[in-house]
Structure formats: structure tokens, C-alpha cells
């Protein structure tokens, strides 16, 4: 087995500290990878901290990181999708029964024996999975992915969950050209659906709060800023959008962008508040609307994005900074003080 | 013009009364309608009293009533779809502007101009429209319905609205043979949703909180009842249902449904809960699911629906009463004391 650099949390209240953890050797499947870049999602700090208890109990010591970009070190005898050097990325799962439904029809998303990236069951060596905050990681080839030599790694790590949760709804919703798509709230989901939803061709539209991110949109895609706390720019967008990609996690009210939906529209969650939504049925009725929700997506929708990715050349916007820094960037997280996504540099771990 | 016999409201706090209205003179394209049965909508109920003052303000007197079946007395010159005789029916909607997406799409129950069959923009003769709670009525040819002979009259009234309401999104979602369907609420709408989702094929389950509903669901087609207040009832469903109708109007958990859908299930909402539903958004993320809403039907949609009830020989539950009983019917609505819907007798209006 393999010693890996890591940074760990130790418990719900302790900060993210070095510490070295084991990879296993490689079955024939397998894939090691050389970690250069990991992104930092909201998911990682909810995990660490432990804030989503009434789901899933984190285990400790917990190494988040599923935005994970790095080059093949080793294959293992069967390996047949990769050699060693090519550029590669793993996402938030890294395992899954491959027989069920789902898994056949490469949702492996809504596996119910899917194996998370950190935090997951370990088939392999026991306890828990560790994830991207370390220098190295083993995976089996089925669940690594392809990342087009054109795009920057450290801002290409961001796509294996922030770029596959937006992309995956706004294709399931058939996002197009001649299509108006909303997007509500730009952070490190939001600025991607923009990406996404310009790339695709649709007349984007964002919403946001906040004057001082008008600027931004347009440079990020944009077609129009709509400054969602004014009633009469919302109202002259009433009834009208094919789809709404909504990536806001706070509080809000989805009542009035629903009543933005055209007739048959939908809005998808991909933030998840906390405390449950205030909806009206009205709203729903008066177009037959729909509200749903998606988490990440499929192995080959990934890869589709990636692909898209590349000839597209998009990737997130990101803040790269040293392991050192990730507990300061978890605080500067929580004030949504980042544009758009912190991505970590492994390099920055050898020197501990 | 003529005048016609009718039951009207003459403020939010009166009750029906009888009185005369006058119907318009037959344009080229109109049909007059003598009116056999209407059904009771809660709807009408809403109407009459003003309940839903903060959508729209109801304009009196009120004749309500939106589930017609009668017989064609005459018709306009260049009336081809119908002749004297021909039995009929008149639903939610007497007209519309023929011009919009949805009408050129069939769709006229979200053209923007439409005229509902009572408390509606009356063209022809200013004010406001009158309804089915009458003994004559006149209505464009392009808004009025074949009834299929073999089906009983009073009992095929419901159809008009509960039928269509229920119909339209079971259709929607391509409910069929081989998928699960849950009906929430076995009242006026419920009741037609568990006809339906059995005539169309699909393995029914009704969701009621009532014990004493449970040989009545099973006579109306369910396959399964499952008591919504027993936990380990519910949860032996969970993530199965590829659609759910609910039909609920009181205040209720949807999360508990969102649940239990399968994979990109869907609940569509066709009651309209007055208060806003606490809604979360885990539910929906963690299988693609979604809720919408629906609200009646286009007139084509109307049509196949009859005539899927004339083949499959479907009506309505109903309780015929007489047009004296209509105030104390109301009464009985809220207290949901009928199986399952009021049918008024228009013959018992001669007498007035």
C-alpha cells in the first residue's frame, strides 16, 4: 500500500490539519492518479463540519475534495482507458454496483450503492474513502475521466462537480439555442450554468441580488442582468423563461420565479437550503410549471461535459491557493468571498 | 335574446337564489344548449363567496357552474359540428382569443385572453359571463363538447372539470401500462384520478387518511390503499412511484410523496392548498424528481377524454339532487360529505 500526503479533519469542530493517509495497490482496474489541483465545494465544508447530520453522519478523520484533476501515475494490468501522463479527473463518486437500473443507463448519480468519492464506504481497505485534499489517489478506471490537454488544470478541477451539476440539468431540461434560460444567484454553480447556458446557445438571464455582479454576468455570458430584488425588472420577465437553473442555498422565494416560468417551464434546484421551501401551488398550476431538483450527474454525462468543456473552452473561475490556506478559504467561502471557486495547488503539499 | 331560467349569488354572503338571466341571440357559430345537469365544483363554491379575492374578484350576481350536459335546441347558420338534439357538454371555458401559441397548440386553458364559462369577460353581452346553474345556455361551437350517448348524463357532467382536471396530467406524463401511480386524496378529483390511472393500465395506489375509504378505492380501480398517517405503510413505498396525482387541497406534506417518487418521477398538484406548501429541497435533488401543477384541459383534450369515458365507460360518482338543494350541497361540500360529486338535476328548475 501507498503513503499519501492529506489534509484531514479530525472532528466536526477541529480545522483541516496535514496528515498521511493509505491508498491501496492497485487492483487490475485501477488508476493511480497524481493529484495537481482539487477544488473546494460548499459540499466538502458541510461534510467536514458535519452540518449534514440529520442525512449522514460524517466518520473521522475526514479528507474532503471531489474536484479532483491530476496525471495517471500507474495503470493496473486490465487499465485500458488511460496510461500514465494523461491528464485525468474524478468527481464526487468513485464507485457503483454497475448492475442496477440506473447504473445501466449511466445514472450512476441515482445508484443506490454508489460509493462517494470522501466519506463513502470503502470496498477496498474499510472505513471511509478519502478524497482529493492529498497528493495521490487510486481509483478504477470506470469512474476517472478525461480532461482536454487545451484547459488549465487548476481551473478544470472545478468541472468535476460544480461543472456537472449545472450542466447536467440544463441538458436533461433541453437547453438550446431559442431557448431563454434563467440563472439565479452566481456563485460557483451559478457562474458555470452561465458558462453553460451561453455555450448552449439559450438567451441567458441572471439573477442576482447584488448590483455589483452586473458587470461580471455579461463578461461571464450573460444576455441580460435582471437585479432580482426590483419588482418591476422581474415583473417584465413574467412568464416567459423555458427553464430557470437555480443555485441559490440561502432562503429565498422560489414563488417568484416560478411565476417567471412559461407555460410547461421548469426550474431546477441545485442549491439545497436548508430549511424547506415555501411553495404555492398557484403558481405551479397557472402554467403547468414544474420545480424539481439534480444532483451532479452520470459518469458519461461527465464526460460529454468535459468534452464540451474542451471544444468550448470553458472552464470555472478560481482562486488557486496553497493547502495551507484551505481553513482561511472555508471562512472566506462562508462569506461567499470567492470568484468564482477556490482550487487548491497540490504542489503546495510536499513541503509539509 | 332570451331569457333564461337560473340560481344566482347576489354578494359573497348570500345564498344561491333563484332568478332570470338573459342568454344572447345565436351568432352563425353558436349552439344553445338546454341545460340537463350540472355538476358541483368546489370551485363555484369559491366563486360564490369571493374566496379567492387576492387572484380575481368575483362579480355578482354569480351564476356558477362548469360542468354542463345538455341537449342542442338550435343552432347558428354555420354551426357544422352539431346538430338539434346532440348531446353535449360545456366545461371551464366558453371562449378564447384562437390566435396564441397555446391556442394554436390546443392548449386554451393557458391562452391569456380566455373567457371562463362564469365570472368570465361576457363578449357578446358585456359583464360578466353565467354559468351552468341554469336552464339554457349559448355557447361558441369551437367550445362545446360531444357527450357519448351511452353514458348517463348527470353522471357524465363531472367530467367537464373533475375529468379533464384529472385526465390532462395523467395523459401529460404518459401514464400507461407498466408504470405505478399514486393518487393522493379520494374526494370529487380523486375519485376520477383512480378511473383514469386504472382505465390507462398503470398499477394504482390511492393515498387516503381514511380507513373507511379503503373499499371505495378499491372498487373505483385502485390496486392498492395505502393509509398516508401509517409511517411504515409509507415507507415501504419509497422512490417507486413514477407519477403522482394529488388531488389535495388542505394543507398536507408533500415531501412525504416527493418521497416516494422513483427517479425522475414526477407529482403534479391539481388541488390548490391555499397556503403555501412547505417544500424540500433534498427530496427533489436526491432523484431528479419533480412537482408541478395542472389545471384543467385544452378542448381538444376534452373531446378524447369524453370519448376515452364513452369507450372505457367512465363517469363521475354522483349524487343528483335539486337545484332547491344547492345551498345546503354546499354545506355538505366542506364537510366533503358526498360520493363524490354534486350533479344538479336542471329539470327541478322548471318548478321555479
Known sequence: MLNAKAYSAVSATSPLAPTTIVRRDLTEQDVQIEILFCGICHSDLHTVRNEWSSLIQTVYPCVPGHEIVGRVTKVGSAVTKFKVGDLTGVGCLVDSDHTCPQCQAGLEQFCPNQVWTYSGKDKHLGGVTYGGYSD????????????????????????????????????????????????????????????????????????????????????????????????????????????ILNCVSAEHDINAYINLLAIDGNMTLVGAPEKPLSLGAFGLLMGRRSVSGSPIGGLRETQEMLDFCGKHNITSD???????????????????????????????????
Open 318 to 352: 478560481v482562486e488557486t491557493i496553497a493547502i495551507q490556506q484551505v481553513n482561511e478559504a472555508y471562512e472566506r467561502l462562508l462569506k461567499a468571498d470567492v470568484k468564482y471557486r477556490f482550487s487548491i495547488d497540490m504542489a503546495s503539499l510536499k513541503s509539509e
Open 136 to 243: 495521490t489517489i487510486v481509483v478504477d478506471q470506470r469512474f476517472v475521466l478525461r480532461i482536454p490537454e487545451n484547459l488549465d488544470p487548476a481551473a478544470a478541477a472545478p468541472l468535476l462537480c460544480a461543472g456537472i451539476t449545472t450542466y447536467s440539468p440544463l441538458k436533461h431540461w433541453d437547453v438550446k439555442a431559442g431557448k431563454k434560460v434563467g440563472v439565479v444567484g452566481l456563485g460557483g454553480l451559478g457562474h458555470m450554468g452561465v458558462k453553460f447556458a451561453h455555450a448552449l446557445g439559450a438567451h441567458t438571464v441572471v439573477f442576482t441580488t447584488s448590483k455589483n455582479k452586473v458587470e461580471d454576468a455579461l463578461r461571464l455570458g450573460a444576455d441580460e442582468v435582471v437585479i432580482s430584488t426590483s419588482a418591476s425588472e422581474m415583473i417584465r420577465h413574467t412568464a416567459s423563461f423555458d427553464f
